[in-house]
């Protein structure tokens, strides 16, 4: 069983920066599709980036060129680096793990993840 442990959030000023961690557990093949979403007080679930196996990305529109998603393969742990972060970048992040990859098309869409961490708050004043 998939589980997921995410670390990394908290409060910063805009301008700032932050690293978002989440340790994947349990995945019995080398092959998955990993992702971080967001969702702030009164908005809907929004896909942030994504990544698969095989390095493969996907980035929300709103984020590109601030945040970098990467991993460590070998221990199957998704790193979010933020930079540049305003305010509108508040919000609970969540982890989201795949049991298989998917294409790089559909990392961002919710539908594909079968398993969803505990969520880290990120917090930017302006």
């Known amino acids: 069983q998939v589980q997921l442990v995410e670390s990394g959030g908290g409060s910063v000023q805009a301008g700032g920066s932050l690293r978002l961690s989440c340790a994947a557990s349990?995945?019995?093949?080398?092959?998955?599709?990993l992702g971080w979403f967001r969702q702030a007080p009164g908005k809907e679930r929004e896909g942030v980036a994504g990544?698969?196996?095989?390095?493969?990305?996907k980035y929300a529109d709103s984020v590109k060129g601030r945040f970098t998603i990467s991993q460590d393969n070998a221990k199957i742990i998704v790193y979010l680096q933020m930079n540049s972060l305003v305010a509108e970048d508040t919000a609970m992040y969540y982890c989201?793990?795949?049991?298989?990859?998917?294409?790089?098309?559909?990392?961002?869409?919710?539908?594909?993840?079968?398993?969803w961490g505990q969520g880290t708050q990120v917090t930017v004043s302006s």
């Open positions: 989201a793990a795949a049991r298989r990859p998917w294409s790089w098309s559909f990392l961002l869409q919710p539908g594909i993840y079968n398993i």
């Open positions: 349990g995945y019995s093949t080398n092959s998955y599709s």
């Open positions: 990544i698969n196996s095989d390095g493969t990305t």
